[in-house]
């Protein structure tokens, strides 16, 4: 799965969980999901849950930082790197 693939998942996940819409074309990427109140602990919580159970990544207790979590932008980013540990035989 490429970035752009990756980053559409995300997107959408995100539109139609916590923006209610299904328009996920003009969603600011870059925009803070926490600080703009579309995600709490709780919603937070919800995308890793995503993440885990759709690819089949693990996100670590000290990986839950709002610089992992904080915008579509920073989800892709590090998701990106844990699919790319995974391909590599990393232990991610």
Do not use: H, Q
């Amino acid at each position: 799965m490429d970035n752009s693939d990756l980053e559409t998942k995300i997107m959408k996940y995100i539109s139609e969980n916590f923006l209610y819409r299904t328009d996920y074309n003009n969603v600011d990427k870059g925009a803070s999901l926490i600080g703009s109140g579309i995600f709490d602990s709780t919603g937070i919580l919800e995308i890793i849950t995503y993440l885990e159970e759709k690819l089949n990544i693990k996100v670590e207790d000290e990986e839950v930082i709002p610089d992992n979590f904080d915008s579509i932008n920073a989800i892709t980013t590090f998701t990106r790197k844990k699919l790319d540990g995974i391909a590599k035989g990393e232990a991610i």
